[in-house]
């Protein structure tokens, strides 16, 4: 499975992006897609889950209520819309993959597959 991650870019504080992760190869079957974000000096933070069938999502406390996450089954795409960005939320984004059952969403091991990344800047 490869992930293409795309979207990011300069924003003000208050404004949205929307992020997309475009999954091809083997994508018959999997189990979430997931999005983490690496500020720099940082460690790599969990932001919100999706079930590959889009029908169950889970979030970070730091993402609740501003970001909404989606996937189009159809079209092997995963979604972050992102509103009422702030200047913490600056980070490379990243759209990640398991294909298999896990026990713990939030760390970064239980994911097989990565995508390359996208830069998000909120300027104040």
């Known amino acids: 499975v490869q992930l293409q991650a795309s979207g990011g870019g300069l924003v003000q504080s208050g404004g949205s992006l929307r992020l997309s992760c475009v999954a091809s190869g083997r994508t018959s079957s999997g189990f979430y897609m997931s999005w983490f974000r690496q500020g720099l000096g940082k460690e790599r933070e969990f932001v919100a889950t999706v079930s590959w069938s889009g029908a169950s999502t889970y979030y970070a406390g730091s993402a609740k209520g501003r970001f909404t996450i989606s996937r189009d089954k159809d079209k092997n795409t995963m979604f972050l819309e992102m509103n009422s960005l702030k200047p913490e939320d600056t980070a490379v984004y990243y759209c990640?993959?398991?294909?298999?059952?896990?026990?713990?969403?939030?760390?970064?091991?239980?994911?097989?597959?990565w995508g390359q990344g996208t830069l998000v800047t909120v300027s104040s």
């Open positions: 990640a993959a398991a294909m298999n059952r896990v026990r713990d969403l939030e760390v970064g091991r239980s994911y097989d597959f």
